[in-house]
């Protein structure tokens, strides 16, 4: 059965810091995978998406993420946080290609950027 | 256009009352998913519907949740009774197809005193 793991509930980096999400999956075929953001009160929005095209994604607002295959990772990154990317972020798979289906969730990161 | 709208945007109950949730979602989208999120973890999908025929509901307690869309656009999610377990944000996402993204609404808190 497909998974995700995020390591880390809670991440604190400085403004202006670099930002690294970590999102690790369990798929015994390539899947799609996902970052969505969820700022606060709000609906997730889809910030970026792997579907085997390129293995570097680059999403909205300057964020990017890394599939690795070897390492079953897809890490979310962003050279230099500003106190609007804090927000709670999910990783997730589908284990539909071609689809938006089925998503599975991780449980979340909470991004916090200190002044 | 016009994104999901959810109503309400929060609400309070006491246990063993009932609820229930109203997604408009944005025009023309054919899918139509109820997810459950409880705080410090990802959504869980309850429902998904495909015009007003349900494609998924086998995580639906369907005990005491219950959901419909007629005509295929808006949809009601019900909860009754509700425990204290039910606690959550209820979100509504909607979809083109099954092979287009998600478009999520705002949510519905859901407090059970």
């Known amino acids: 059965a497909q998974s995700v793991t995020q390591l880390g509930s809670h991440v604190s980096v400085s403004e202006g810091a670099l930002v690294l999400l970590r999102c690790n999956y369990s798929?015994?075929?390539?899947?799609?995978l996902f970052w969505y953001v969820q700022y606060p009160n709000q609906g997730l929005q889809l910030l970026l998406k792997?579907?085997?095209?390129?293995?570097l994604v680059k999403g909205i607002n300057g964020f990017e993420a890394e599939f690795k295959k070897s390492e079953t990772s897809f890490h979310l990154t962003k050279p230099s946080a500003h106190m609007s990317d804090a927000a709670e972020y999910f990783c997730?798979?589908?284990?539909?290609?071609?689809?938006?289906?089925?998503?599975?969730f991780g449980p979340g990161t909470s991004l916090s950027v200190i002044p | 256009e016009a994104g999901v709208a959810q109503s309400p945007r929060y609400k309070i109950i006491e246990k063993r009352q009932s609820v229930a949730f109203w997604c408009n979602p944005i025009?023309?989208?054919?899918?139509l998913y109820w997810y459950q999120q409880i705080l410090g973890q990802g959504p869980k999908l309850l429902i998904q519907?495909?015009?007003?025929?349900?494609?998924?509901d086998s995580q639906l307690p369907k005990d005491r949740f219950s959901a419909e869309r007629l005509k295929g656009v808006d949809s009601t999610l019900k909860i009754q009774p509700a425990k204290l377990e039910d606690s959550a944000v209820y979100l509504c996402?909607?979809?083109?197809?099954?092979?287009?993204?998600?478009?999520f609404g705002d949510g519905t808190r859901l407090s059970i005193l």
């Open positions: 996402a909607s979809s083109k197809r099954r092979d287009q993204p998600q478009h």
């Open positions: 798929s015994s075929v390539p899947p799609y």
């Open positions: 792997y579907t085997s095209a390129a293995t």
């Open positions: 997730a798979v589908t284990p539909m290609k071609t689809s938006y289906d089925k998503v599975i």
């Open positions: 025009s023309g989208h054919a899918t």
């Open positions: 519907f495909q015009n007003n025929g349900v494609v998924d």
